[in-house]
Structures are given as C-alpha cells and as structure tokens.
C-alpha cells in the first residue's frame, strides 16, 4: 500500500520485480498501434535486457532511454 507524501516510485515492468526501474523501454505493436501511439514499460538494471528482448523478439519497434534522475532526490 502507497502511504500518503512518498515520492512516486518508478518500479521495474518484470513480473515479479520490485526493483527501482532505471530505464524506460518505448515500444509499440505495429498491428494494434499507430505510429505516435507509445506503450511505456520501465525495467531496473537487471531486467532491462529481458523486457527489451521480448519486444524485439516480437518485431516490435522498441527504444531504450534511461530515466532521468532529476524527479528523484537520494
Ligand atoms: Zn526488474
């Protein structure tokens, strides 16, 4: 449960995973999406390679960005 005044927590996509995501991967279905429509999954260090992957196995259109820090203060 999210208690009141925390910082959004950005968590990696994986099933399973409640790491801290440091990437987010951009990616659309071609047959279900058009071209400016962006489906946004996020993945911590470890899972970043797996998410991206799986997409790509797929032939999805998929990009890689690093999450900015910025929002977050350590
Ligand atoms: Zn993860």
Known sequence: MIGFGEPERLTCSRAGCSETATSRIEWRNPKIHTADRVKVWLACDE???FLREFLAA??????????DDERTTA
Request: proline fraction near 8%; glycine fraction near 0%.
């Open 58 to 67: 797929r032939d999805f259109p998929v990009a890689v960005v690093a999450i």
């Open 47 to 49: 899972h970043v390679d």
